[in-house]
Structures are given as C-alpha cells and as structure tokens.
C-alpha cells in the first residue's frame, strides 16, 4: 500500500487556505465526503492522475488523535521539505511526513518543527537522506538498508499518528488548482512548469 501522509500537530481544518496557499494552490471548494475513510482514499489514488492531466490535484483531509492528515497522492508537495518548514513555522506547529511507495520500495519520514529536526529517505535500494538524531520513536526499527514500509507503519503508530486510518471515520476530497500568481508565471514563462516538475518531484515515483 502506498501512503503519503503529512501530519500537522492539532486541528487546522480552519487553516486550509492558508496551508495550500504554501503549495502556491487555491481550493476550488469542490469536495467530496467518504466514509468509511478506505472509500476515500481508494477513490485519490485511482483517480490523482486524470485530474491531474486537468491540472487540478486532489488532496484528502481529516483529523484524528489531534493531528491533521492531509493525504498526497501525487506525492510532490509531501516531499517539498522548505514548504513543510514554512507551515511549521506559520501555524507553530510540528510536522511529520510519511511516504511510501509499493512499487519503488521508496521509504521517507521527516519530522519538522520550524526546522528540520529528521529526515529519513531510502530509495532505489540505499539510504539517499539520513538527518538528524535518530528518534526515541524509532529504537527497535530497521531505518538504516533493511527498512521496510511496516517499520514506517509502526514509526507513525508510536508518534500517535494513524497512518493506516484503522479509526478514522471519513475523509474529505478536495481539489486543488494552481494560484493566480503561478498561473500568471506559467504564462509569462512556458518552462517554468519543467522547471517545477523538476524541482518538486521525483525521478523514483515516475513508474508509469
């Protein structure tokens, strides 16, 4: 199973424009409610890539255990760590990121607090990114060349975030479309969307 989950300590459910505004996206107040929450995270990984032709992203949003979950499945903003210090330091909160992909066997977690404070990433068979002290969290855990995506499961568990969804109820689709701003760059400058995808993404997810 895939996950690609950043988790902002408390409940900012009222801060979503200012979070997505970060990631230089407006919502288009088009939303979507699943429960149980499976049915909605089914429906973001099957159907990211059509809207994303549209240029229009889907993110999933719910709250449990006093965090607040937004589910990534283009996996792009989840790994732009400089955007994940900017809403730490907007909202005075911790941030985690979680991310896994089946198919690349790629494993990352990062926890941040108006900085870096961790930052683990495994991909295409090395450990490419190990920053930061080890957790307490992760004492027993493989995170070094035999990591495993139940050790990123059991990591998040022990942080007290529920990555899996096992009780959270529903979860809310939105779609998300580039900002004004941007838009107006991309028509000023027609590379400057290579420019980002390059930036923003990342070679290993591209298993299409």
Not at 4 to 13: E, K, N, T
Not at 49 to 61: M, R
Request: hydrophobic share 40%; proline share 2%; aromatic share 12%.
């Amino acid at each position: 199973m895939t996950n690609s989950i950043i988790a902002i300590r408390g409940y900012h459910l009222n801060n979503l424009d200012s979070i997505f505004k970060s990631f230089r996206s407006v919502d288009k107040k088009v939303d979507l409610s699943f429960e149980p929450s499976i049915k909605g995270i089914e429906y973001l990984f099957a159907n990211y890539f059509d809207f994303a032709n549209q240029n229009i992203g889907l993110k999933g949003i719910t709250y449990i255990n006093d965090w607040t979950l937004i589910i990534d499945p283009e996996m792009v903003d989840i790994s732009d760590t400089e955007k994940l210090i900017q809403i730490s330091e907007k909202l005075d909160s911790k941030i985690l990121m979680f991310l896994s992909e089946k198919i690349s066997g790629h494993i990352e977690f990062a926890k941040i607090d108006k900085s870096i404070v961790r930052h683990f990433c495994y991909s295409d068979s090395e450990v490419i990114i190990n920053q930061g002290i080890p957790l307490e969290e992760e004492l027993g855990l493989n995170f070094n060349e035999k990591v495993f995506s139940d050790d990123l499961v059991t990591l998040a568990n022990k942080l007290g975030v529920d990555i899996e969804f096992k009780n959270c109820k529903n979860i809310i689709v939105k779609q998300l479309e580039l900002d004004e701003d941007f838009q107006r760059e991309i028509a000023e400058d027609k590379n400057i969307m290579e420019r980002w995808s390059e930036k923003n993404s990342k070679p290993w997810w591209k298993f299409w």
